[in-house]
Every structure is written in structure tokens, then in C-alpha cells.
């Protein structure tokens, strides 16, 4: 039902329902938490993750985190930090971490690491290259690799933009070669490794340690797959949907999440969200967009109650981490 290459915004609902789908034939009746048989401090552990840094992250969600005393994640994109009025600080970021916050990599301006399927074949001469999506299309000058089964084009982004056609992305030199329209965009690889590095760079710069990453979009698909799993040791959205990672067996960099703004999820998807996570050793992990008028104050509230209510436990990646291992 969800094909990997929509992108997040439109996948998000989808994607939660993907999880419940699974699960459905048990436990949707239970609305307290069952007692587990283990005597341990809680019921298990729940990560929440918040992505792209924004002001929210410290005005309001941090903030409500702070009245409960639990922590959270920020999955920040290092290059536009402090950049405007709309992003968190680096030093908003510190309050944050001294409060024990995460820090998560969300690479470093944002940049869609995975592969995005062409929309039509390119013909030799063309300038423009139709995309599902044109997301690669951000940054004039970028490296870019066209590609189908036969043939490779590298080449380099002039920008971007749509028509009645579609989305499109401009390149600064005519293509000689064919591309069928099974073909995709990427970035080449040593500049899906050089942003990483520079996201972690910047970020160590600033005396942040960083415990996972986020694909921005949800694009995971391709040689990025290999080169983030390389490179991090906890990835939160390895595949859409899901959220409840088992423990047993569990490869961190493989992992899921559950969005929870409120055009993602209904608070009754949350709590037998929440139900399944007592009732099996998983690590239950959140997303969510500060900055989204669907991740309400309301929402945020009703999500660490929920949690508290079922005493398991909210904390961090890094601490879930080195528990589980
Ligand atoms: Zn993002």
C-alpha cells in the first residue's frame, strides 16, 4: 500500500496504519496496561524523536518535556541552525542536551539521501530531467547521478521547479545519453558521505555528541541505505511504519518509528500503540515535527501522559543504546 518512494509528508498517515494493519487481530479492546510479570523499574523503554530543528522544538516542545521531566531526541540539521529566526540555536541545542537531550543527525541542510524515481525518460539534449519529486533539485551545483538499468549519467544541478508536466530539476549541461523513465536520481556517493561527515563535524564543532540519524523524507532508498548504516549506529526510520522494535535480535540501525502528529495518528492508534509496547519487549520509538500545526501542544501533552500512564519509560537513543546492549 505504501511505496517507498512517496515522500514523508504524504506518507505519514499511511504509515501508521501500516504498523496497525500488522497488528490488528490483537489487543485494539485494551485500554489499561497490562501488569507484566518482569519486576523491572518500568514496563519497558519509548524514545520520542523531533526532526529538522526547528524554534518549536525549544519554545514549546521542550518546554512541555521539561514540566514532565523526561527527555527527548532532536534530529537537527546542523546547517540551518541559528540560519534564521525559524530553527533552534546551537546554544538553544545545549540547554537542551544539558537537560538531557539527544542529538540525532538529520544531515546537514536536509538533503534527500535516497535515490527518487524519474517521471519520464530523458532524451539525449534534454536539460530537464522530470522526477517523482524534485528534492535533488534543492542546491544549484550539487553533484547529481542519473541513472537506469543500461546507462549513468553524472551531472550537476542548475535548479528546479514544476509545471503541468511535473516537478522537475534543471541541469547545467544537456545529457548525450538515453535514460529510460525506470531510472532514478541520486547523489553520488562521496557526497552522500561528505554531507554526513559534515553534519557530525559541525556538530562535534559545537561539543554535540550524536547518537543516530533520521532520513530526511523518509529517502532511504539506494546506496544511502548501506553508507548511513555505516556510518551511524542507530537509525530511527529505517523503513516507514512500525514503531515497535523488538529487542530481541534488534539491528539499531534498522529500526522505526511511529509519527504522532494528529493528521498521522488518533490518540486511540497511540494508546494501542502503547499497549502492544507493554505488552512486548520492544523498543517503542516516536516521531513527530515540532513545527507542524498538527503537533499540538495537546498532542505532545496527551502522548507523555499516555506513556507515564503505562509506566514505561521515556528516555533517550543513547541510553536505550547502551541498555540494550
Ligand atoms: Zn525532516
Given at each position: 500500500?505504501?511505496?517507498?518512494?512517496?515522500?514523508?509528508?504524504?506518507?505519514?498517515?499511511?504509515?501508521?496504519?501500516?504498523d496497525n494493519?500488522n497488528k490488528s487481530e490483537e489487543g485494539t479492546e485494551s485500554e489499561k496496561p497490562k501488569e507484566t510479570e518482569e519486576s523491572e523499574d518500568s514496563n519497558g523503554m519509548v524514545v520520542f524523536?523531533?526532526?529538522?530543528?526547528?524554534?518549536?522544538?525549544?519554545?514549546?516542545?521542550?518546554?512541555?518535556?521539561?514540566?514532565y521531566e523526561v527527555p527527548?531526541?532532536?534530529?537537527?540539521?546542523?546547517?540551518?541552525?541559528?540560519?534564521?529566526?525559524?530553527?533552534?540555536?546551537?546554544?538553544?541545542?545545549?540547554?537542551?542536551?544539558?537537560?538531557?537531550?539527544?542529538?540525532?543527525?538529520?544531515?546537514?541542510?536536509?538533503?534527500?539521501?535516497?535515490?527518487?524515481?524519474?517521471?519520464?525518460?530523458?532524451?539525449?539534449?534534454?536539460?530537464?530531467?522530470?522526477?517523482?519529486?524534485?528534492?535533488?533539485?534543492?542546491?544549484?551545483?550539487?553533484?547529481?547521478?542519473?541513472?537506469?538499468?543500461?546507462?549513468?549519467?553524472?551531472?550537476?544541478?542548475?535548479?528546479?521547479?514544476?509545471?503541468?508536466?511535473?516537478?522537475?530539476?534543471?541541469?547545467?549541461?544537456?545529457?548525450?545519453?538515453?535514460?529510460?523513465?525506470?531510472?532514478?536520481?541520486?547523489?553520488?556517493?562521496?557526497?552522500?558521505?561528505?554531507?554526513?561527515?559534515?553534519?557530525?563535524?559541525?556538530?562535534?564543532?559545537?561539543?554535540?555528541?550524536?547518537?543516530?540519524?533520521?532520513?530526511?523524507?523518509?529517502?532511504?532508498?539506494?546506496?544511502?541505505?548501506?553508507?548511513?548504516?555505516?556510518?551511524?549506529?542507530?537509525?530511527?526510520?529505517?523503513?516507514?511504519?512500525g514503531g515497535l522494535n523488538e529487542i530481541e535480535g534488534l539491528?539499531?540501525?534498522?529500526?522505526?518509528?511511529m509519527?504522532i502528529?494528529?493528521?498521522?495518528a488518533s490518540e486511540e492508534d497511540i494508546e494501542v500503540f502503547l499497549d502492544k509496547a507493554v505488552e512486548n519487549d520492544v523498543l517503542a520509538i516516536f516521531?513527530?515535527?515540532?513545527?507542524?500545526?498538527?503537533?499540538?501542544?495537546?498532542?505532545?501533552r496527551f502522548t507523555i501522559e499516555s506513556v507515564l500512564a503505562r509506566d514505561l519509560e521515556i528516555t533517550t537513543?543513547?541510553e536505550a543504546?547502551?541498555r540494550i546492549?
Amino acid at each position: 500500500m505504501s511505496s517507498p518512494d512517496r515522500d514523508e509528508e504524504n506518507e505519514r498517515s499511511q504509515t501508521n496504519r501500516s504498523d496497525n494493519d500488522n497488528k490488528s487481530e490483537e489487543g485494539t479492546e485494551s485500554e489499561k496496561p497490562k501488569e507484566t510479570e518482569e519486576s523491572e523499574d518500568s514496563n519497558g523503554m519509548v524514545v520520542f524523536t523531533y526532526d529538522d530543528s526547528p524554534i518549536e522544538d525549544y519554545t514549546q516542545t521542550f518546554s512541555i518535556h521539561q514540566e514532565y521531566e523526561v527527555p527527548g531526541n532532536a534530529a537537527v540539521n546542523p546547517g540551518q541552525m541559528g540560519s534564521s529566526d525559524s530553527y533552534l540555536t546551537p546554544d538553544q541545542l545545549e540547554e537542551m542536551v544539558d537537560a538531557g537531550w539527544d542529538v540525532l543527525s538529520h544531515t546537514y541542510k536536509h538533503r534527500a539521501l535516497g535515490k527518487i524515481r524519474l517521471d519520464q525518460s530523458l532524451e539525449p539534449g534534454d536539460e530537464r530531467v522530470y522526477v517523482d519529486r524534485n528534492r535533488h533539485g534543492r542546491f544549484d551545483e550539487d553533484p547529481l547521478v542519473i541513472f537506469d538499468e543500461e546507462n549513468r549519467i553524472a551531472t550537476e544541478v542548475a535548479g528546479r521547479g514544476s509545471n503541468d508536466t511535473g516537478e522537475f530539476i534543471e541541469l547545467t549541461n544537456s545529457v548525450s545519453t538515453y535514460i529510460s523513465d525506470t531510472g532514478y536520481t541520486k547523489y553520488p556517493e562521496w557526497k552522500i558521505q561528505e554531507v554526513l561527515e559534515k553534519t557530525d563535524t559541525q556538530l562535534a564543532e559545537w561539543g554535540f555528541d550524536v547518537s543516530g540519524f533520521v532520513y530526511p523524507y523518509g529517502r532511504y532508498d539506494g546506496v544511502a541505505e548501506e553508507i548511513v548504516r555505516d556510518h551511524y549506529d542507530a537509525v530511527v526510520n529505517h523503513r516507514w511504519g512500525g514503531g515497535l522494535n523488538e529487542i530481541e535480535g534488534l539491528d539499531p540501525t534498522t529500526m522505526r518509528r511511529m509519527y504522532i502528529e494528529e493528521d498521522a495518528a488518533s490518540e486511540e492508534d497511540i494508546e494501542v500503540f502503547l499497549d502492544k509496547a507493554v505488552e512486548n519487549d520492544v523498543l517503542a520509538i516516536f516521531g513527530a515535527h515540532s513545527q507542524y500545526e498538527t503537533m499540538t501542544e495537546e498532542r505532545t501533552r496527551f502522548t507523555i501522559e499516555s506513556v507515564l500512564a503505562r509506566d514505561l519509560e521515556i528516555t533517550t537513543l543513547s541510553e536505550a543504546m547502551t541498555r540494550i546492549n
